[in-house]
């Protein structure tokens, strides 16, 4: 059963990022990620914000754009890179059970 809220910790180690740079894009990328806040006041990420923030790091870090080039990337062109974002995750459950193969052999 898969959660229905996340901590940004939890988003962070998804992403393989740190907590302070999910913040600030969660701050910068107003526009497409909304995350509540719990009783205590803090962010709580949804399946969907953790998908947009998979597209947002695609595109920022490998592909290097710019915030504002991402921004309007991902306004402009959002199935074609929800897409691209499958296909990574996609390969690294593949290579992961590759990895697991090879080292049962």
Same mark, same amino acid.
């Given at each position: ?21 999910? $913040?600030?894009? #969660? &701050? ?9 806040? &719990?009783? $205590?006041? &803090? +962010? ?7 998908? #947009?923030?998979? !597209?947002?790091?695609?595109?920022? %870090? ?7 080039? *991402? *921004? !309007?990337?991902? *306004? !402009?062109?959002?199935? %074609? ?7 990574? &995750?996609?390969?690294?459950?593949? +290579? #992961? !059970?590759?990895?697991?193969? +090879?080292?049962?052999?």
């Amino acid at each position: 059963m898969e959660k229905i809220y996340y901590s940004i910790g939890e988003v962070s180690e998804i992403l393989g990022e740190s907590t302070s740079l999910v $913040r600030f894009w #969660t &701050n910068t990328f107003e526009r497409f990620l909304k995350p509540k806040r &719990n009783s $205590r006041g &803090n +962010r709580v990420y949804t399946n969907e914000d953790i998908e #947009t923030l998979k !597209q947002l790091h695609l595109l920022i %870090k490998s592909r290097g754009m710019t915030l504002d080039g *991402a *921004a !309007q990337y991902l *306004a !402009q062109e959002r199935k %074609k890179v929800e897409g691209r974002v499958k296909a990574l &995750n996609s390969l690294r459950e593949i +290579r #992961t !059970q590759l990895d697991e193969i +090879r080292r049962s052999l």
